[in-house]
């Protein structure tokens, strides 16, 4: 599903951010990216995402070379991944079900079919009782969880997590995880990047390691 070989990623100021990377994520695998600040965790999924391109090595998704896509099929690729962040990037002057809505109203989905696939996301995250809410009005537990049913909307197979998890006290940040364990368990490649290490080596789920833009093997599994 996700095939890194030998990537490296380099920047105009000659800052490597990544070097020389090779791992495999399978199908329908959930998996965690693990590794102190500015160890390259954003940056990989920033590849994965096509936010950045790889400077050097081959980054494969679903059998597509990343490298050899035209710019104008980018937009089109992006709609098989759905992205997560720590800090939730809502409107905060759009209700919750406009935020979750953004990505088909992007697509361009009739009215009906909106409505249906929101609140069916809405559903599963627990908050279709908020849909007319402000985001403002909501926990940071709850904005999290309006996040992640805007990135599961469109129904991606994959779905990348950027530190989900980073504002969240250990209770709220369990049960995000959980979430990512339900539709992991539907079908969903789920690749999370966090530095909670206790939250990761509480999970029976792969971790790769990386340290210093590497691949970190005492501490992968």
């Known amino acids: 599903m996700i095939q890194f070989t030998d990537v490296y990623k380099r920047y105009p100021s000659r800052y490597e951010a990544l070097s020389g990377l090779s791992f495999h994520l399978k199908e329908a695998e959930m998996a965690f990216l693990t590794g102190h600040s500015g160890a390259g965790k954003s940056t990989l999924l920033k590849l994965i995402a096509l936010i950045e391109r790889s400077t ?22 992006r709609r098989q991944i759905g992205l997560v962040f720590q ?49 403002i009005a909501l926990s940071g537990g709850e904005q999290q969880r309006v996040g992640i049913a ?40 789920v690749f999370i990047a966090t530095h909670d290490l206790d939250l990761v080596q509480s999970m029976p789920h792969r971790q790769i390691a990386i340290q210093n833009g590497r691949i970190d093997s005492r501490m992968s599994l």
């Open 56 to 77: 050097h090595g081959q980054v494969l998704v679903n059998g597509q070379n990343l490298s050899r896509l035209s710019k104008g099929k980018v937009p089109y690729y």
């Open 87 to 135: 800090d939730h990037n809502l409107l905060h002057d759009r209700t919750v079900f406009d935020n979750v809505a953004l990505p088909l109203v992007i697509e361009g989905e009739e009215h009906r079919e909106i409505g249906r696939r929101v609140r069916a996301s809405l559903d599963k995250v627990g908050l279709l009782s908020k849909e007319r809410s402000l985001p």
């Open 150 to 189: 805007r990135a599961v909307v469109n129904r991606p197979p994959i779905l990348l997590a950027d530190e989900p998890t980073g504002n969240l006290d250990p209770d709220l940040s369990r049960d995000i995880m959980q979430l990512f364990e339900q539709f992991n368990q539907v079908g969903v490649t």
